[in-house]
Nanobody, 119 residues
């Protein structure tokens, strides 16, 4: 099992930047692909970005491509989401998630961190 705790959310003006971090417990962090998801007000949860167990093969939603960067540090059991050029439509609760290597779905989720982008 893995437990996830996000941090780094907050209020930022449009065009600004934030860096989210997710700390994972457990000694098998490198066995999990990691992802970031978000849920905006009145919206369903949506995929934002993912990264493989080794840190390669990053994937991004079209809406954040070129603005967000996902990275991980397996030595520190952390995954980060650098968010630049933020837009009001990026306002959401952001969730970190983990998917075990052989699993089809993300089975572990953090509690979420609020990101609010003002216009």
């Amino acid at each position: 099992q893995v437990q996830l705790v996000e941090s780094g959310g907050g209020l930022v003006q449009a065009g600004g930047s934030l860096r989210l971090s997710c700390a994972a417990s457990g000694r098998t962090f490198s066995s999990y692909a990691m992802g970031w998801f978000r849920q905006g007000p009145g919206k369903v949860r949506e995929f934002v970005a993912s990264i493989s167990q080794s840190g390669g093969s990053p994937n991004y939603a079209d809406s954040v491509k070129g603005r967000f960067t996902i990275s991980r540090d397996n030595a520190k059991n952390t995954v980060a989401l650098q968010m630049n050029s933020l837009k009001p439509e990026d306002t959401a609760v952001y969730y970190c998630a983990a998917r075990f290597a052989s699993a089809y779905e993300y089975g572990y989720w953090g509690q979420g961190t609020q990101v609010t982008v003002s216009s």
